[in-house]
């Protein structure tokens, strides 16, 4: 591996606070806690708890394309399979919200883990297509499926009580809930990609064949970062559907694929906020903009070809050039 020279990553390791964290990297998420904590009474609370999941998603598979640098076609299968299993649990079993999400998130690992499997064996866009071919047909299996409703989803689904004793059917009670998911979700992304096992994923990255001469079992690694970022998306899916108290088709569709994907690269691929703001403008337009119909998608259409022309590094990305420290 070679020695990093780039003048951002230099000043990051002048500005290391005595925890490990860069200290403008914990002033952002202190800034953005307490934003979040006020958010609720500012802004409609279900509208900022769907930011959070997406954000969550977002975050989620940056963790696989831009640090492990695998483009996944086919997230919206963990995201939507989960969303399904945590309403089923939720509404049919009777489990408290905290247990079906857990339930939901176990599912999408499990499918992470058996299509990941599959889908390491091939390289570039042959590995997007594989994850796009399994995406659809998990999309076929909950068209078809008798526990996911079908076209009509699975709907009403209770909110229940946190741990059988906190009331979540106020929303301003749920957000305090999904607020901890979303935080304990990134600050274990950050935690993930600062560790040596993030470094080796960097390394593979950008020099596979160095990285696998140096006595890396590569896709053991991909094979990992898979699996982790189809759990947390799975984390993201599965509290959705107790937010929404509802799981559909759209959630398993190929174009949920497509809008993580805008996420994370109007964001900024490869840094730690980029995809939370992502999320937020992509969440943003299609709830502010909802009236104008399918003009909404023609409008992401053209940030997302405005984004790649001149924002290539995304938002955050732009950003992190200016100030010249890694965001």
């Known amino acids: 591996m ?43 609370p279900i ?11 977002a975050c989620a598979f940056n963790l696989l394309l831009g640090y492990g640098g695998l483009l996944s076609f086919g997230h919206a299968a963990y995201f939507g399979m989960a969303s399904y299993v945590s309403a089923h649990a939720a509404k049919v079993w009777g489990l408290t919200p905290e247990l079906a999400i857990i339930a939901g ?33 998990i999309y076929f299996f909950s068209l078809q499926a ?13 909110r229940g009580h946190l741990f059988g004793l ?22 274990l992304i950050y935690r993930i990609i600062h560790s040596p096992f993030g470094q080796v994923l960097k390394a593979i990255r950008e020099n596979e064949p160095r990285a696998i001469s140096l006595g890396y ?30 799981a559909s088709l ?11 994907v805008l996420m994370t690269l ?27 119909g399918d003009w909404v998608t023609i409008g992401q259409g053209i940030i997302f070809v405005v984004a790649v022309l001149l924002f290539r590094e995304g938002i955050i990305g732009v950003l992190a050039k200016w100030i010249r420290k890694p965001l």
């Open 2 to 44: 070679t020695t990093d020279t780039n003048p951002i990553a230099m000043a990051a390791i002048t500005s290391v606070g005595a925890a490990g964290m860069p200290r403008h990297h914990f002033a952002i998420f202190a800034a953005l806690f307490v934003f979040l904590i006020a958010a609720p009474f500012l802004l409609y």
């Open 47 to 57: 509208f900022v708890m769907k930011v959070l999941c997406f954000a969550l998603f």
């Open 105 to 137: 998130t176990l599912v999408a690992a499990v499918l992470g883990l058996a299509i990941g499997s599959l889908a390491i064996r091939r390289h570039g866009i042959y590995f997007a297509m594989v994850t796009l071919a399994f995406a659809q047909m």
């Open 146 to 158: 008798a526990f996911t409703g079908g076209e009509d989803g699975i709907q009403a689904v209770p």
């Open 166 to 187: 906190i009331d979540l059917r106020s929303s301003e009670v749920l957000y305090f809930f999904v607020l901890a998911i979303f935080f304990a979700g990134i600050l």
């Open 217 to 246: 079992r590569v896709n053991r690694y991909k094979l990992a970062v898979f699996v982790l970022s189809a759990t947390l998306a799975g984390v993201a899916g599965a509290t959705k559907a107790i937010v929404f108290q509802l």
């Open 250 to 260: 759209t959630d398993v569709y190929w174009t949920m694929s497509g809008e993580v």
């Open 266 to 292: 109007l964001g900024g691929m490869g840094t730690v906020f980029g995809p939370i703001v992502g999320a937020a403008v992509i969440v943003t337009m299609q709830n502010y903009l909802a009236t104008f």
